[in-house]
T-cell receptor, first 112, second 109 residues
């Protein structure tokens, strides 16, 4: 298994544009997590899913952010419209029930 | 609400010296504590968790409920230990991880 896969690895966009980040979890894992990492706030959990169902989205900063998991092998995090303060590294992680979380390589987002 | 504090952003030691990375937490229940590590150009990965009580790569961490701490220790640091270390807490029956802001450890030759 290649581990958790994220795309794109780098994204540069202009303010106001829509951004879509993608994640493929490890096959068989039933939990999927989206995190955001910034210098100021560190690593923050945005939302997590169990069996494709969103369980807790209390970390999603505002309505501009949305996440979906249409099936067990794919999730998206969308920002619309994007703002410069959204610039960060976004990580996806997956795990089995109450197990170790395996992280993807991250997507570095820059909003100009 | 739970919180994890890593008081040191940067920690620099010489090879062979003991190293301790501090982690304090606040949570009213019984937490599960973890240490994650990110080596240069690699993914964030689990180093150890308190319930397993293992020693990984020579590192140990003991949960001290009285002091609400989970410090990471190694008696003799190696250059390959240079990395970013994150302490994390999982509270109760949910699987959310609350991370500290991390400590960048540099082991000098």
């Amino acid at each position: 298994d290649a581990g958790v896969i994220q795309s794109p690895r780098h994204e540069v966009t202009e303010m106001g544009q829509e951004v879509t980040l993608r994640c493929k979890p490890i096959s068989g894992h039933d939990y999927l997590f989206w995190y955001r990492q910034t210098m100021m706030r560190g690593l923050e959990l945005l939302i997590y899913f169990n069996n494709n169902v969103p369980i807790d989205d209390s970390g999603m900063p505002e309505d501009r952010f949305s996440a979906k998991m249409p099936n067990a092998s794919f999730s998206t995090l969308k920002i619309q419209p994007s703002e410069p303060r959204d610039s960060a590294v976004y990580f996806c992680a997956s795990s089995l029930w109450h197990g170790e979380q395996f992280f993807g390589p991250g997507t570095r987002l820059t909003v100009l | 609400a739970q919180r994890v504090t890593q008081p040191e952003k940067l920690l620099s030691v010489f090879k062979g010296a003991p190293v301790e990375l501090k982690c304090n937490y606040s949570y009213s229940g019984s937490p599960e504590l973890f240490w994650y590590v990110q080596y240069s150009r690699q993914r964030l990965q689990l180093l150890l968790r308190h319930i397993s009580r293992e020693s990984i790569k020579g590192f140990t961490a003991d949960l001290n409920k009285g002091e609400t701490s989970f410090h990471l220790k190694k008696p003799f640091a190696q250059e390959e230990d240079s990395a970013m270390y994150y302490c994390a807490l999982s509270a109760g029956s949910n699987y959310k991880l609350t991370f500290g802001k991390g400590t960048l450890l540099t082991v000098n030759p």
